[in-house]
């Protein structure tokens, strides 16, 4: 296959400062396909939410398409200047698609983003298809995992992002793609928040836990139990981030109330989570986007893979030395095995400081920006 026009979109180019285009000139309209729930996490909608803030701050408008059950995160998006219209089907079905592509099509949409492990590919080639360049589609990517990608941009922002991935037979010869952190979809207050200065401890004794927007194993509530039964608190401060669409709340919240070295902040926003991760030395957390963000802050972190699409990025972030360390949680799985390994780690001044070292070459910080020049060009 002709890599030629491809290559041109792999990797991070400089930023060019375009504040604005003929494209942004005609306010042009944005369109995220993406769910929220317990089942499948907040994870996809949030990350498209850098994006949004993005688009609109080039001057764009923004709307979401979203299954009904999103809970309180779409108090969060509207707060953002961002419309939703309910999918009220059954999610990355035939239906869902023809809905997709109708109001795409009445609302004169200049790009449609999908991104979810749903939407299969009949669901791409179905709105492919039919768009037949009334719209621009990217597809939101995370392990090459699906057959084929029907599509004219694809982004996969993880570490271990790169044309390797991809098989000639998954894509087609125009498929353009960004891949890598330097096109990480970091939203605007991590971007521009100023950095913290990591003087990393003899011994980190200030912990951040955060296992993403739903937790549907109740991971955290597993951990926090651990913990106490190997340290009783000792020595110790954390700070837990229970996701909007976790159903466990009240029972961490039954936690907080007999350790009083628990603190626990429930849906937090941008700036309780840059405030949390200033404040920590060490974070536990789900192997998700909040990784993007961790090396962002230059946090420190051991890495949980709750889903099997996040391993790669545990394993690739542990392999980099981006990551001090990683653990596969499974059903089964004795919550202390992973304590005494965020123990271990946090004792170990020399692993933080070389992971805090790697984080802070990744250009994170401009990937939205790169993103959307590049679909300018």
């Known amino acids: 296959m002709d890599l030629s026009v491809r290559d041109r979109h792999v990797g991070c180019p400089k930023s060019k400062d375009l504040l604005f285009s003929m494209m942004f000139l005609s306010n042009p309209h944005l369109l995220i396909r993406a769910d929220a729930n317990p089942q499948i996490g907040t994870g996809h909608a949030m990350r498209c939410l850098a994006l949004a803030q993005a688009w609109i701050d080039r001057g764009g408008r923004v709307t979401y398409l979203m299954s009904p059950d999103g809970g309180p995160l779409g108090n969060r998006i509207i707060d953002e200047g961002v419309k939703i219209k309910n ?9 869902d698609a023809a809905v997709t592509y109708q109001i795409c099509s009445e609302l004169k949409a200049k790009m449609l983003v999908i991104d979810g ?5 009949e669901y791409q080639k179905y709105i492919y298809s039919q768009a037949t360049r009334s719209f621009d589609i990217m597809i939101i990517d995370d392990n090459a995992d699906r057959d084929s990608y029907y599509a004219d941009y694809l982004l996969n922002q993880n570490f271990h992002a790169s044309l390797d991935l991809y098989k000639e037979s998954q894509i087609n010869s125009s498929l353009k793609f960004f891949l890598g952190p330097g096109y990480c979809l970091l939203r605007r207050g991590f ?14 004794t200030r912990l951040l836990v955060s296992m993403g927007g739903s937790d549907p194993d109740n991971v955290t509530s597993n951990v926090l139990r651990a913990l106490k039964e190997r340290t009783g608190g000792s020595r110790m401060a954390v700070k837990v981030i229970v996701g909007s669409n976790n159903i466990y709340t009240d029972e961490i919240f039954e936690l907080a109330a007999e350790n009083i070295w628990l603190e626990i ?7 309780q989570m840059i405030e949390a991760m200033t404040w920590a030395d060490f974070a536990l957390s789900a192997a998700g986007s909040t990784v993007l963000e961790l090396c962002q802050m230059r946090l420190p972190c051991l890495l949980v893979a709750i889903a099997e699409n996040q391993v790669q990025i545990a394993n690739y972030a542990v392999k980099t030395g981006i990551a001090c360390d990683a653990f596969y949680w499974k059903p089964g799985n004795k919550p202390v095995e992973l304590v005494d390994r965020l123990i271990h780690n946090m004792a170990d001044q020399g692993i933080r400081k070389d992971c805090i070292s790697r984080m802070e070459k990744l250009n994170t910080g401009m990937g939205c920006g790169n993103l959307i020049n590049d679909l300018m060009k």
């Not at 999918?87 to 239906?95: D, I, L, N, Q, T």
């Not at 492990?117 to 590919?121: D, E, I, S």
């Not at 971007?191 to 980190?204: F, G, Q």
């Open 87 to 95: 999918v009220a089907c059954e999610p990355g079905s035939r239906e």
């Open 117 to 121: 492990y749903h939407f299969l590919p």
């Open 191 to 204: 971007a521009t928040c100023d950095l913290p200065e990591r003087n990393s401890p003899h011994l980190a």
């Open 265 to 271: 902040i429930v849906g937090a926003d941008d700036q």
